[in-house]
């Protein structure tokens, strides 16, 4: 298996249905190329609006699907959850409120596999919008550009969003770690600190 994508669902609720939309079309993109991938949903403390629509959503999902469900109430866990039961050689991540563009998978999939060293390196979408009460785009940097603005940036600001792609084995060997209780969640931004500490490629994926 080529790729394996890791969705997290939690209590999204009406964002269920255009999330996974994005991600069939994606999916469905990057088989066209080539690209053997398969899906995790990983559930954890739904509501019943989100349930339902993930159930409604997936009944029509397109290629191999797994479906993990949990009660541990931290996002980090649950990504751990799905991360532990894929088979992919790379994985990909996605929030139940993310919005792939359709060239994301294929794109990421093809820069990390084809990078000097593929089992270090992460792969980042070029640009993040963000709609709700945040209204705005955010550039993601690559290794290049963090050299040009300053690591010390990574101290006090998250240059990344959640959604990346990269090897499996980095993964497994560096999990996610669990909130700490009363805390905000720090799982990827923890994460990708102490990533760039261990000297990391970051990538992005242009026009994604």
């Known amino acids: 298996m080529d790729l394996s994508l890791v969705v997290n669902l939690h209590r999204e609720g009406a964002f269920v249905f255009p999330c996974l939309n994005s991600l069939k079309i994606s999916?469905?993109?990057?088989?066209?190329?080539g690209i053997e991938a398969e899906?995790?949903?990983?559930?954890?403390?739904?509501?019943?609006?989100t349930l339902h629509l993930a159930d409604v959503a997936l009944k029509s999902w397109e290629g191999p699907l797994k479906l993990v469900r949990l009660d541990a109430g931290d996002l980090a866990q649950a990504r751990n959850a799905?991360?532990?039961?894929s088979g992919g050689e790379y994985i990909a991540l996605a929030d139940g409120d993310d919005l792939y563009s359709g060239n994301w998978l294929e794109s990421a999939y093809r820069l990390a596999s084809g990078s000097p060293s593929p089992e270090k390196t992460i792969v980042h979408p070029e640009a993040a919008f963000f709609f709700g009460a945040d209204h705005r785009i955010m550039w993601s940097p690559d290794?290049?550009?963090?050299?040009?603005?300053?690591?010390?940036?990574l101290l006090w600001?998250?240059?990344?969003?959640s959604t990346m792609l990269t090897s499996r084995?980095?993964?497994?060997?560096n999990p996610f770690l669990p909130r700490i209780l009363g805390s905000f969640g720090f799982e990827?931004?923890?994460w990708y600190l102490a990533r760039e500490a261990d000297g990391v490629c970051h990538r992005k994926a242009l026009r994604t």
Do not use: F, H, Y
Not at 148 to 153: D, F, L, P, Q, R
Not at 157 to 161: F, H, K, P, S, Y
């Open 143 to 153: 290794s290049a550009d963090l050299m040009a603005i300053g690591v010390e940036s």
């Open 157 to 161: 600001d998250n240059l990344w969003i």
């Open 39 to 49: 899906t995790i949903v990983v559930i954890d403390r739904p509501d019943e609006v």
């Open 169 to 173: 084995k980095l993964l497994i060997d």
């Open 188 to 190: 990827d931004w923890s």
């Open 27 to 33: 999916l469905r993109q990057a088989r066209a190329c």
């Open 82 to 85: 799905g991360i532990e039961v």
